[in-house]
């Protein structure tokens, strides 16, 4: 079961940084376990997408229908579906479109919702007021409705779906943006900057922007954990990438129709979602705390 | 009779990442019934963490390792924090250090009051009331019953320190322990609080543990001083002698170097680098608009001029308009009416980039060395940073020019690439000065400069300010609502009272001859005098 594939490569991995750190031994010790195991999950899922050969060799669109809703197994670590393809195969050459699709939809909401913010916390007067008054009509809208809307005018597809994902997180990301950098206009070194000769972009550029991102960074992490779960949503509900994709959401509400007979179909893909969510948020948080 | 309080042999340590370094080192002193014990230093010299040690309310970290607190003859160092509670408040009640954060915002002040009567096991709630309303009184409130109804948000500094002190006497307490009660409050004020203090004490004989970083302070509140510098006892006396004749070299440079109490007299007339004024401010008005009332009028005709390479200081206390004026002058307020002269160049009439051609002629330094520097910057980076704004020097000249400028205000070359969060208060404040001469300006205004920091390193300071007005020629615009400082460096000065200009002259003039009913108060409330009287 994935647990225990998962486990055995966790035990091995946190032995494996110390013995190579060396000095570094006595930093990484004073780390929190939860947090260790937490990049060891992401450093997993991101090898899955990089390299899913390296850990199945099954193919994971092509089944063999002889093999159909097998139970796991040694052969078969998650069982296999409908059609005979092996379950833990399309989880990792899955993880690679959950990834990019996140990748995509942080990445989005990221640059778009922080570059409004900064321009409407540093301009101020009547362009703030209507960047933000736009922000709160975006924020008004149900997420999942809005996403389901931008889907529809862009079409079908995994980049689409990313990109719907991004834009409902824009709001999110300008209002935390505007907020720090509203913090840090007001303070006395930003004002001894301006008093010092700095031009508005200069300053900007220089102070502003590094000393607020801290917070926009560790939301980004919170975010790429939600954008998977966000994504997932799209895949099971049909939006996203079109079968036989092995995308995470996908696999879900494939497995959907055999949940009485091969409840592993449904209970594995789940499994590795919500451990991956739990993952990016306690990074998130870590991140969070650094400043 | 045992005394009342005895610390002996006092060991505290902190433990930090696993290692626990010693911040108190063998403390040892006595607290006579009814005394006044102050308990002296610089930040960092273990004074407050004595104090917490004493009432049990050290931070988590913390652990006393040896020694002993008896209260009575009683040890209590090793009780628990439930047993400390049947004496906290009863026997021994604190005097917090900030009025502004130590009172709960959403509960009225009477039931503030209210609570240490009821913890302490008082159940009628008339008899609570009432005896709110008595202690409201008997520190000097106005209106007792208007204030216990009131929110602390709607109350003074002062006012909300005199609240603090009624919840510490409360239960009538054998010794208060006081964390520099009136650090935070301005010069008028703390010397009432203190005076309430003192009457206080002398009618129900508290005994008063006074922790304080103001030499002048202790010399005119207490009988017996405690000297402490690096968690250590450097002196113990009897305040006059220790006073009149210090015997360690510390609290000798400590006595040299309270503005307050030292013995120098008004400095000497500066020579002129020129005859015409480098700052002129005519009829300043400044008007906050407030929405949705009618606008606050912050500063009301204020004008002054300053002769180049003269020091004028603005004083008053908190609320009197001295920072509005200051930001006019340097261009980052728009005033309302009134004239601004910098070198002859009047700024209003200054718009985008020749104001900022102006700001290389005038920098302002600012009151908080721990808020003015970028966290994100170097030292280096920082004083380089006026340059590139500037200037189109090359690398090794520019580089040049700032490491001149850091060994000038005496910074090692070892802390050039440190960020701002590793250097201390003096140390930020050095970069900040750095930072704002690098352009070579001919006015320099510092908005409460040295008031952030340590008698000894202020002293050192004002020593470098005056050092680079000689050598360089410069026009100081020095604020404070410290006077003692400003007889030291200043000029000319002028007293600002809300918003209004009450004073203006010489120092001597103004020092010795005061116009004012409240220019006279001012310098009345400077602390230290008694003992000036005295000796």
């Given at each position: 079961m994935s647990s225990i594939s998962s486990t055995d490569i966790l035990a091995e991995k946190p032995v494996a940084a110390f013995a190579a750190a060396g000095p570094l031994l006595a930093r990484l010790r004073r780390l929190q376990p939860g947090l260790v195991l937490s990049w060891v999950i992401v450093a997993i899922v991101v090898l899955w997408a990089v390299a899913p050969q390296l850990f199945s060799t099954y193919n994971p669109v092509q089944g063999v229908p002889t093999e159909k809703l097998q139970a796991p197994s040694l052969l078969h670590l998650l069982g296999t579906d409908a059609l005979g393809r092996d379950l833990f195969a399309r989880i990792v050459h899955g993880a690679v479109h959950s990834l990019t699709g996140a990748f995509v939809a942080v990445t989005v909401g990221l640059i778009v919702g922080t570059?409004?913010?900064?321009?409407?916390?540093?301009?101020?007067?009547?362009?703030?007021?209507?960047?933000?008054?736009?922000?709160?009509?975006?924020?008004?809208?149900?997420g999942l409705l809005l996403?389901?809307?931008?889907?529809?005018?862009?079409?079908?597809?995994?980049?689409?779906?990313?990109?719907?994902?991004?834009?409902?997180?824009?709001?999110?990301?300008?209002?935390?943006?505007?907020?720090?950098v509203v913090r840090v206009r007001r303070s006395d070194y930003v004002e001894a900057a301006f008093g010092s000769g700095g031009t508005f972009l200069a300053v900007l550029w220089r102070h502003v922007l590094p000393n607020s991102l801290t917070s926009v960074l560790a939301f980004a992490a919170l975010q790429f954990g939600s954008a998977i779960l966000q994504i997932s949503t799209l895949g099971f509900l049909g939006y996203g990438?079109?079968?036989?994709?092995?995308?995470?959401?996908?696999?879900?509400?494939?497995?959907?129709?055999?949940?009485?007979?091969?409840?592993?179909?449904?209970?594995?893909?789940?499994?590795?979602?919500?451990?991956?969510?739990?993952?990016?948020?306690?990074?998130?948080?870590?991140?969070?705390?650094?400043? | 009779m045992a005394a009342l309080l005895s610390v002996e042999n006092l060991v505290v340590s902190y433990s930090e990442n696993d290692n626990r370094h010693r911040v108190v080192h063998d403390v040892s002193f006595t607290v006579e019934p009814g005394e006044v014990v102050a308990l002296v230093g610089e930040s960092g010299s273990g004074k407050t963490t004595t104090a917490q040690a004493v009432i049990g309310l050290?931070?988590?970290?913390?652990?006393?390792?040896?020694?002993?607190?008896?209260?009575?003859?009683?040890?209590?160092?090793?009780?628990?924090?439930?047993?400390?509670?049947?004496?906290?408040?009863?026997?021994?009640?604190?005097?917090?250090?900030?009025?502004?954060?130590?009172?709960?915002?959403?509960?009225?002040?009477?039931?503030?009051?209210?609570?240490?009567?009821?913890?302490?096991?008082?159940?009628?709630?008339?008899?609570v009331d009432a005896r709110?309303?008595?202690?409201?009184?008997?520190?000097?409130?106005?209106?007792?019953?208007?204030?216990?109804?009131?929110?602390?948000?709607?109350?003074?500094?002062?006012?909300?320190?005199?609240?603090?002190?009624?919840?510490?006497?409360?239960?009538?307490?054998?010794?208060?322990?006081a964390d520099e009660p009136t650090s935070a409050l301005d010069v008028t004020v703390q010397r009432r609080i203190l005076d309430l203090i003192d009457d206080l004490r002398r009618?129900?004989?508290?005994?008063?543990?006074?922790?304080?970083?103001?030499?002048?302070?202790?010399?005119?509140?207490?009988?017996?001083?405690?000297?402490?510098?690096?968690?250590?006892?450097?002196?113990?006396?009897?305040?006059?002698?220790?006073?009149?004749?210090?015997?360690?070299?510390?609290?000798?440079?400590?006595?040299?170097?309270?503005?307050?109490?030292?013995?120098?007299?008004?400095?000497?007339?500066?020579?002129?680098?020129?005859?015409?004024?480098?700052?002129?401010?005519?009829?300043?008005?400044?008007?906050?608009s407030i929405e949705g009332r009618s606008s606050f009028r912050a500063v009301d005709g204020v004008s002054f001029s300053v002769r180049r390479g003269t020091t004028h200081a603005l004083v008053g206390e908190s609320g009197s308009g001295k920072t509005t004026t200051v930001r006019d002058v340097v261009g980052l307020g728009r005033p309302t009416a009134g004239r601004v002269e910098i070198g002859g160049t009047d700024i209003a009439t200054l718009k985008g980039d020749d104001l900022r051609q102006l700001r290389r002629r005038i920098q302002l330094v600012y009151q908080n060395p721990f808020s003015s520097l970028d966290p994100r910057q170097t030292v280096f980076g920082i004083v380089e940073e006026p340059l590139l704004n500037y200037t189109r020097l090359p690398a090794f000249e520019r580089a040049a020019k700032v490491l001149g400028l850091l060994g000038r205000v005496g910074l090692p070359e070892s802390l050039h690439r440190r960020r701002p969060r590793a250097l201390s208060g003096g140390q930020r404040q050095r970069v900040a000065i750095a930072r704002a001469l690098v352009l070579d300006p001919e006015v320099l205004v510092l908005d409460e400069a040295v008031s952030a920091l340590d008698v000894t390193v202020q002293a050192q300071i004002l020593k470098l300010l005056d050092e680079l007005q000689r050598?360089?020629?410069?026009?100081?615009?020095?604020?404070?609502?410290?006077?003692?400082?400003?007889?030291?460096?200043?000029?000319?000065?002028?007293?600002?009272?809300?918003?209004?200009?009450?004073?203006?002259?010489?120092?001597?003039?103004?020092?010795?001859?005061?116009?004012?009913?409240?220019?006279?108060?001012?310098?009345?409330?400077?602390?230290?005098?008694?003992?000036?009287?005295?000796?």
């Open positions: 570059s409004l913010g900064l321009v409407a916390a540093s301009v101020g007067g009547i362009v703030e007021d209507a960047i933000m008054r736009l922000i709160d009509v975006l924020l008004s809208i149900p996403m389901l809307s931008i889907i529809i005018l862009l079409g079908f597809g995994t980049v689409n779906a990313a990109i719907a994902v991004g834009i409902t997180s824009i709001a999110a990301f300008a209002r935390l943006s505007r907020s720090e990438a079109p079968p036989p994709t092995p995308e995470w959401g996908l696999l879900i509400a494939e497995g959907r129709n055999y949940i009485s007979t091969a409840w592993w179909l449904t209970t594995a893909p789940g499994i590795v979602v919500v451990i991956t969510v739990l993952a990016a948020n306690r990074i998130s948080r870590s991140l969070g705390k650094v400043r | 050290l931070a988590e970290n913390g652990r006393i390792e040896q020694g002993a607190i008896r209260l009575n003859g009683e040890e209590i160092s090793r009780w628990s924090g439930k047993r400390l509670d049947t004496i906290r408040g009863r026997q021994i009640s604190l005097i917090p250090q900030d009025p502004t954060s130590s009172l709960n915002p959403v509960k009225t002040i009477g039931a503030q009051v209210g609570e240490i009567l009821r913890i302490h096991g008082e159940r009628d709630s008339k008899a709110v309303i008595e202690l409201l009184a008997r520190v000097g409130l106005s209106d007792p019953e208007l204030r216990a109804r009131q929110y602390p948000h709607e109350l003074s500094g002062g006012m909300k320190q005199r609240v603090l002190i009624a919840i510490a006497i409360a239960l009538k307490p054998q010794l208060i322990i009618e129900s004989g508290t005994a008063v543990l006074l922790v304080t970083h103001d030499l002048g302070v202790a010399a005119d509140r207490a009988d017996r001083i405690v000297v402490l510098q690096h968690g250590r006892i450097q002196e113990t006396g009897d305040a006059r002698s220790l006073l009149g004749a210090p015997q360690s070299e510390y609290a000798r440079q400590l006595l040299a170097d309270a503005p307050s109490l030292s013995k120098a007299g008004f400095r000497a007339a500066r020579p002129q680098a020129g005859n015409d004024n480098a700052i002129v401010v005519e009829g300043l008005v400044q008007d906050f050598e360089l020629g410069l026009t100081y615009l020095f604020v404070s609502h410290d006077l003692a400082v400003v007889r030291q460096i200043s000029d000319t000065v002028s007293v600002l009272q809300n918003g209004r200009q009450v004073e203006s002259g010489t120092v001597e003039q103004v020092f010795a001859h005061p116009q004012s009913a409240y220019t006279r108060e001012l310098i009345d409330a400077i602390p230290g005098q008694r003992s000036h009287a005295v000796a």
